[in-house]
């Protein structure tokens, strides 16, 4: 059975931080790249940030370079998502997503996180 399930999510203050963890069963995590993606109220899902599954490549969204650091720990199943100087518009459900590109990809259920400011 496939699981992505994520942790870490909660309400911060603006300028705090989260750690955002996913962790994965069921399929090779080491074969998949590793996605954040978000979705505001009223807003379509967007991708925050990726890691590739060999050698690490990262990518982030513009609105959260040099805030959020994507991360992935293959021994343990895990991706993480470091997010530093929170602001009001990170407000999001945050979802982990694993693709690959000869594999089905898989969602998770996603973790709210809020900012106040």
């Known amino acids: 059975q496939v699981q992505l399930v994520e942790s870490g999510g909660g309400l911060v203050q603006s300028g705090g931080s989260l750690r955002l963890s996913c962790a994965a069963s069921?399929?090779?995590?080491?074969?998949?790249?590793m996605s954040w993606y978000r979705q505001a109220p009223g807003k379509e899902r967007e991708l925050v940030a990726s890691i590739a599954n060999v050698v690490s490549i990262t990518t982030y969204a513009d609105s959260v370079k040099g805030r959020f650091t994507i991360s992935r720990d293959n021994a343990k199943n895990t991706v993480y998502l470091q997010m530093n100087s929170l602001k009001s518009e990170d407000t999001a459900v945050y979802y982990c997503?694993?693709?690959?590109?000869?594999?089905?990809?898989?969602w998770g259920q996603g973790t709210q996180v809020t900012v106040s400011s």
């Open positions: 997503y694993a693709k690959s590109a000869w594999l089905p990809d898989y």
């Open positions: 069921g399929f090779t995590f080491s074969m998949y790249t």
